[in-house]
């Protein structure tokens, strides 16, 4: 079935239009577009033949030289540069092997969990997200968003952001409001 979509495409209108050139429709079975027919002028076979022969050959021009030129055309609309040797790094090259401290990735999710699960009994509002988990001194600092207030459409909530402090062991000592904001006005934290 694609064969016959890809074959019937690639024919064209026999027809000449009004220009004297050969009409650029796709044809239907009978080789004439929806909008001519037998009665019109027609190219002769060995034209179209030619025709064809030439397009297809304009076509495969026309590809070569796009890759390249797309290529050329995106990096110059990237603002990038070529690479040099040097600059490029063969993945092979690249250590699989980093190490990564999974105690702590462990501590930033017991905490987060803490914080999901404590967020909304704790101040008292509806639980909306985890912004922030951060490190401290004497523990962790984590920022939640919670919902004051509810409305139509949600872009108006009022969410209040809060900051939980918690010691090492992801036990909270304390909480307190820093801001509180609309849910659509984004330009307070751009």
Not at 36 to 52: G, K, L, P, Y
Not at 107 to 125: D, F, Q, W
Not at 132 to 144: C, F, K, L, N, S
Request: aromatic share 4%; hydrophobic share 25%; with cysteine.
């Amino acid at each position: 079935m694609a064969e016959a979509d890809t074959h019937q495409s690639t024919d064209q209108c026999k027809a000449l239009t009004e220009d004297g050139e050969r009409c650029s429709r796709p044809a239907r079975d009978d080789g004439f577009c929806y909008q001519h027919d037998e009665s019109d002028q027609t190219v002769s076979d060995s034209q179209t033949a030619e025709a064809e022969q030439d397009e297809q050959d304009e076509q495969e021009q026309d590809a070569e030289s796009d890759e390249g030129s797309e290529q050329e055309a995106e990096s110059q609309e990237l603002g990038t540069v070529d690479m040099t040797a040097d600059e490029k790094t063969d993945p092979d090259d690249v250590d699989a092997d980093v190490e990564t401290d999974h105690d702590e990735i462990a501590g930033v999710l017991a905490v987060r969990r803490t914080v999901e699960s404590t967020a909304g009994e704790l101040i008292g509002r509806e639980f909306d997200a985890v912004s922030e988990i951060a490190p401290t001194d004497d523990g962790w600092r984590a920022v939640v968003e919670v919902v004051e207030r509810r409305a139509v459409p949600d872009t108006q909530d009022i969410v209040g952001r809060y900051e939980i402090e918690l010691n090492e062991d992801a036990t909270v000592h304390g909480y307190r409001r820093l801001d509180r904001y609309r849910r659509g006005d984004t330009a307070t934290f751009e």
